[in-house]
């Protein structure tokens, strides 16, 4: 599961990885996922190939490579999907959809455990990328944006909607889930459905300041890779509990600040989320 701390970890690790880097040859093992950008596989590797890296940005989860000619190559992970390098040798794995080498070593591996993973991934012009990526001109990225907690107090009054759905709403905020969007509120000490316009200043400036600190944190352990679907256990790459997570995934365990049970409640359709009762409200 990629949310904002995974993504940027991997837009700093591209940075040094790739920028610089030509293109040498575009493997696409499922024609999906090049799709709303381009009609076929062939557009799609036509487009690519050849081109030099020149920088590594990122708006939300979507990472940006921008190439030369004034084009960008978007590519956009959810769910399960996973983005990382590897030396240009590596043999492509079951999981493996797409496959990126360098005309001076390194690739790149898109993968995912679904047959037909949660991807889109194409090269556009650089100045209609947000367009093309679907990516609403409204909502800040927390970690991109200098918004100031006075400006994120406004944001939420005029928002007026739980604070669990606003932080996964990509048009008020960019980025966050349902893993860190519960470990923002759980540090706050709100409930994930406290409608945002009935927040006192003082709420507002915590709150804030928890996404601050959690997703700094997340970084600071490079993120996590959690599957909701099966999140009886929050679990990082070596299935280990991630030291970070405080509430995701804990359904039943003691909360680290009442010791009380915490709960595991449906939001609506799809989404979950964990909470302490006794110190969120």
Do not use: C
């Not at 590594?56 to 030369?68: C, I």
Request: charged share 30%; glycine share 8%.
């Amino acid at each position: 599961m990629l949310e904002l701390p995974e993504v940027e970890v991997l837009r700093k690790d591209l940075e040094k990885e790739v920028v610089g880097k030509r293109v040498k040859d575009v493997i696409v093992d499922t024609p999906s996922i090049v799709k709303p950008f381009h009609r076929t596989r062939p557009d799609f590797v036509k487009a690519l190939e050849g081109r030099k890296i020149e920088g590594v940005r990122r708006r939300g989860t979507a990472v940006l490579l921008d190439l030369d000619e004034d084009q960008t190559w978007i590519i956009q992970a959810r769910g399960t999907a996973s983005l990382h390098r590897e030396t240009a040798n590596e043999p492509s794995g079951d999981d493996t959809h797409m496959v990126v080498t360098f005309t001076i070593g390194g690739a790149i591996h898109l993968s995912d455990v679904e047959a037909e993973p949660d991807v889109n991934t194409g090269v556009v012009g650089t100045d209609e990328v947000l367009d093309a990526a679907g990516i609403p001109a409204t909502g800040f990225d927390p970690l991109e944006d200098n918004l100031t907690w006075m400006d994120f107090g406004r944001m939420l009054a005029t928002a007026k909607m739980p604070l669990k759905l606003l932080f996964m709403d990509p048009a008020h905020i960019q980025g966050i889930g349902t893993v860190y969007s519960d470990e923002i509120l759980y540090e706050a000490g709100l409930r994930y459905d406290r409608m945002s316009d009935t927040l006192s200043t003082q709420e507002v400036r915590r709150l804030y300041r928890s996404m601050q600190e959690v997703l700094a944190a997340a970084m600071k352990y490079r993120g996590s890779s959690l599957d909701d679907s099966d999140a009886d256990e929050a679990v990082d790459d070596e299935g280990e509990v991630a030291e970070h997570l405080k509430v995701y995934g804990r359904e039943g365990l003691p909360s680290f600040r009442s010791r009380r049970p915490i709960e595991r409640v449906r939001v609506k359709k799809g989404v979950y989320t964990y909470f302490d009762p006794q110190s969120q409200y």
